[in-house]
Nanobody, 133 residues
Framework: QVQLVESGGGLVQAGGSLRLSCTVSGLTSGDFALGWFRQAPGKEREGISCITNDDEDPYYSDSAKGRFTISRDVAKNTLYLQMDSLKPEDTAMYYC??????????????????????????WGQGTQVTVSS
């Protein structure tokens, strides 16, 4: 089974930066998607960014564009989310997720305009990010 473990969350002042990490195990070669999602109190789960096995054409939500960067280190089996210029509105629980189908990253945003969290079968436990004003 695929397992994911997030780390790197914490408390940061507005305008600051954090880098989230997600170690991934049990994922074989072939088509797959890795994504970052967040959920704030009273809000729907929101797709922030995703990347696929070929590292091509990563997706970013409107709120993430220009501030967040997704990447992965294949040798370390680790997914990253670099978050800069953080705002209080970024406060949420952040999750990484995996799905063995690259289309959920490449195609779903083209069809519906955002990531669909129910398309991802494998989830980490989450890491809390709190941004103070």
């Amino acid at each position: 089974q695929v397992q994911l473990v997030e780390s790197g969350g914490g408390l940061v002042q507005a305008g600051g930066s954090l880098r989230l990490s997600c170690t991934v195990s049990g994922l074989t070669s072939g088509d797959f998607a890795l994504g970052w999602f967040r959920q704030a109190p009273g809000k729907e789960r929101e797709g922030i960014s995703c990347i696929t096995n070929d590292d091509e054409d990563p997706y970013y939500s409107d709120s993430a564009k220009g501030r967040f960067t997704i990447s992965r280190d294949v040798a370390k089996n680790t997914l990253y989310l670099q978050m800069d210029s953080l705002k209080p509105e970024d406060t949420a629980m952040y999750y990484c997720a995996a799905e063995a189908l690259a289309e959920v990253c490449h195609m779903t945003p083209l069809y519906v305009g955002h990531l669909v969290w129910t398309e991802y079968k494998n989830w980490g436990q989450g890491t809390q990010v709190t941004v103070s004003s």
